[in-house]
């Protein structure tokens, strides 16, 4: 199932976006969609404001599967300030119930704030009891809770680990499976520098495996096999070293191989492409959409 992050697409509003995908919609035969609930998104369905749950129903009815993306930017609902975790707990709680209301079979949570990475067990402590929370309010109004590898849960066994003791579902993000982990204090200045430059400049790109958690877990295909029934989308964008959330067409991540092997596996999963069509504009939306479908579509028929 190919389909489209409302964020990424050069539209002004939310209402232009949609009718954005339904006009790519007709061309290519998408049939998922991910809305966004960032306020600093344009394209972002902000509940409550001129009709936008209605064009979302609308929008529901048009597509197999749809997806709310749970905003995270200023949000921090592990922060030990009690009252900012429980503000930033209560959006995320209202985003869910708006999620419910338009009948989203998914919402994506980013794992981003304050406190150390999952990786430390403190980072695991603090997360567990919230998401484990937030994903049974989804499930009592039949929402899948579908949590990202991005921000400060980047490896695929903390993935896992924090799916797993939250009984949680996973988002899995190809383009950030190619973040490496910059951040350790085991690196200094000079294997960042020299692992920043292979990555970006080298004609093989991200061959360092070191703190690269598409390495780590075997590659994509390894990704997806650990991660297996629990995986309930993914999210489809390139990198080029420095930046995630590339077109497609920039070749550095082998997402074709990827796409072919998989292909079987992935029929039933909403693949959507997230690059920032926003930066990189309708041309190259177009260009990928139509190499994404007539790849999975040499597939079926193979
Ligand atoms: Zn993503």
Not at 24 to 43: D, I, K, M
Not at 81 to 110: C, K, M, N, Q, W
Not at 121 to 144: C, D, F, I, N, Y
Not at 182 to 190: A, F, I, P, Q, S
Request: aromatic share 6%.
């Amino acid at each position: 199932m190919i389909g489209l992050a409302l964020a990424m697409l050069p539209a002004d509003n939310f209402a232009a976006a949609v009718d954005l995908f339904n006009d790519l919609q007709q061309s290519f035969g998408l049939s998922a969609c991910e809305v966004s609930t960032e306020p600093s998104s344009p394209t972002a369905l902000a509940p409550g404001k001129d009709g936008a749950l209605a064009v979302a129903s609308e929008l529901r009815k048009a597509v197999s599967s749809l997806g709310v993306h749970l905003p995270y930017e200023g949000l921090n609902p592990v922060s030990r300030h009690p009252r900012i975790a429980a503000a930033s707990r209560e959006v995320l709680l209202e985003t869910i119930d708006a999620a419910a209301s338009i009948r989203a079979g998914y919402v994506v949570f980013h794992v981003r704030g304050t406190t150390s990475f999952v990786q430390e067990e403190a980072g695991l402590t603090a997360w567990s009891p919230v998401v484990r929370e937030l994903a049974e309010h989804a499930r009592k109004q039949g929402l899948r809770f579908l949590v990202e590898n991005a921000d400060d849960l980047r490896r695929v066994p903390d993935l896992l680990a924090l799916a797993e003791v939250a009984d949680t579902d996973i988002c899995l993000d190809i383009g950030h499976l190619y973040e490496r982990l910059y951040e350790t204090d085991e690196w200094g200045v000079l294997r960042r520098v020299t692992a920043r430059v292979q990555d970006i400049a080298s004609p093989w790109p991200f061959i360092l495996t070191a703190k690269l958690p598409a390495a780590e877990a075997g590659g994509l295909t390894g990704a997806l096999s650990t991660l297996d029934k629990k995986t309930g989308c993914i999210h489809l964008h390139n990198h080029d070293g420095r930046l995630a959330h590339q077109p497609l067409s920039n070749v550095h991540i082998p997402w074709r191989g990827f796409l072919a092997k998989n292909s079987e596996r992935l029929r039933t999963l909403p693949i959507i492409l997230e690059a920032d069509y926003r930066a990189h504009g309708h041309t190259s939306l177009e260009r990928d959409l139509k190499e994404l479908t007539e790849l999975l579509a040499q597939e079926k028929s193979a």
